[in-house]
């Protein structure tokens, strides 16, 4: 896919999710300002917080697509592990508050109003949410982004946690007066498990972890198969938003001119960026 669909298909994700979030956030908002239920107030804090995140996402995936400059030679896409690891501690925020609210109302219960509204508006989340993330597996197909990833995993378990919220609100309906309650502690502890998982993920970019096994051992292969090259070693990969880097030496015939090993090094860095189109591969030539 080129740069510019690319880029357009990251911002239309973006765009769905805070129109999304900030959709939800005034539906659940006035709901729960009339049923003063704990697990509804789980899910519109859940819902703040995807507004934030998704805000975050948006400016940090413009941010990632701006071409290398002179000062980022390696270009912007750090900025999408930094966005999923705001995520992280926005998710974290949410999940500490839910669950304080929610022990303090299991410790004292209390009868809930328009309840079968909150289930309305519920249902009404789960929709959007699933055509949140048709929009948004479709964008990740194509452009492997690491926050639309982060954006996505977390709006799955919002799926979870409205199916639960429903089922809570239904059992408070009809006189379980902790159900409310005990569901909003169990959906923070939820969210916060997501929340680590994010920032883990986030962290890993960061600090430069390295490509998946699979794809460094198709590189070396493919490196290997090239006529001349004797052997190939010391290969570092790292990923940077959209982008791979991948370095590598190549082992060379000790008589071969500068200009032939030159060349064949070319042929090693374009067969890989052949099969990856989305890195940039620098090959160091040694004598064997």
Same mark, same amino acid.
């Given at each position: *896919?080129?740069?510019?669909?690319?880029?357009?298909?990251?911002?239309?994700?973006?765009?769905?999710?805070?129109?999304?979030?900030?959709?939800?956030?005034? +539906?659940?908002?006035?709901?729960?300002? *009339?049923?003063?239920?704990?697990?509804?107030?789980?899910?519109?804090?859940?819902?703040?917080?995807?507004?934030?995140?998704?805000?975050?996402?948006?400016?940090?995936?413009?941010?990632?697509?701006?071409?290398?400059?002179?000062?980022?030679?390696?270009?912007?896409?750090?900025?999408?592990? +930094?966005?999923? +690891?705001?995520?992280?501690?926005?998710? #974290?925020?949410?999940?500490?508050?839910?669950?304080?609210?929610?022990?303090?109302? =299991?410790?004292?219960?209390?009868?809930?109003?328009?309840?079968?509204?909150?289930?309305?508006? *519920? +249902?009404?989340?789960?929709?959007?949410?699933?055509?949140?993330?048709?929009?948004?597996?479709?964008?990740?197909?194509?452009?492997?982004?690491?926050?639309? #990833?982060?954006?996505?995993?977390?709006?799955? #378990?919002?799926?979870?946690?409205?199916?639960?919220?429903?089922?809570?609100?239904?059992?408070?309906?009809?006189?379980?007066?902790?159900?409310?309650? =005990?569901?909003?502690?169990?959906?923070?502890?939820?969210?916060?498990?997501?929340?680590?998982?994010?920032?883990?993920?986030?962290?890993?970019? =960061? @600090?430069?972890?390295?490509?998946?096994?699979?794809?460094?051992?198709?590189?070396?292969?493919?490196?290997?198969?090239?006529?001349?090259?004797?052997?190939?070693?010391?290969?570092?990969?790292?990923?940077?938003?959209?982008?791979?880097?991948?370095?590598?030496?190549?082992?060379?015939?000790?008589?071969? #001119?500068?200009?032939?090993?030159?060349? =064949?090094?070319?042929?090693?860095? @374009?067969?890989?960026?052949?099969?990856?189109?989305?890195?940039?591969?620098?090959?160091?030539?040694?004598?064997?």
């Amino acid at each position: *896919m080129d740069p510019a669909a690319r880029s357009r298909l990251l911002r239309f994700a973006t765009y769905a999710s805070v129109t999304v979030a900030l959709t939800l956030i005034v +539906l659940k908002g006035s709901v729960w300002l *009339m049923s003063g239920s704990v697990s509804l107030l789980a899910s519109l804090i859940d819902s703040f917080m995807d507004a934030g995140a998704s805000i975050i996402n948006l400016f940090a995936v413009r941010y990632s697509l701006k071409p290398a400059d002179r000062e980022h030679r390696f270009g912007h896409g750090k900025a999408e592990a +930094l966005a999923g +690891l705001a995520q992280s501690a926005f998710i #974290s925020g949410s999940a500490i508050l839910v669950f304080i609210q929610g022990i303090e109302r =299991l410790a004292n219960p209390q009868p809930l109003e328009a309840a079968w509204l909150g289930v309305v508006v *519920m +249902l009404i989340s789960i929709a959007a949410t699933i055509g949140l993330l048709l929009i948004q597996r479709h964008v990740i197909k194509h452009t492997q982004s690491t926050a639309i #990833s982060a954006d996505a995993l977390h709006y799955r #378990s919002d799926l979870l946690m409205n199916l639960s919220i429903i089922v809570a609100l239904i059992l408070a309906y009809y006189g379980i007066a902790r159900a409310d309650a =005990l569901f909003g502690v169990v959906i923070a502890l939820y969210i916060a498990y997501g929340a680590v998982r994010i920032g883990l993920s986030a962290t890993q970019i =960061l @600090m430069d972890h390295e490509l998946p096994d699979e794809v460094r051992a198709h590189a070396l292969a493919l490196a290997r198969a090239v006529p001349g090259v004797v052997g190939v070693h010391d290969l570092r990969t790292r990923e940077s938003g959209q982008h791979w880097f991948m370095q590598l030496h190549v082992e060379l015939p000790a008589d071969m #001119s500068l200009a032939q090993a030159h060349d =064949l090094g070319e042929d090693v860095r @374009m067969v890989i960026e052949k099969a990856y189109p989305q890195a940039d591969v620098l090959v160091h030539t040694d004598p064997a």
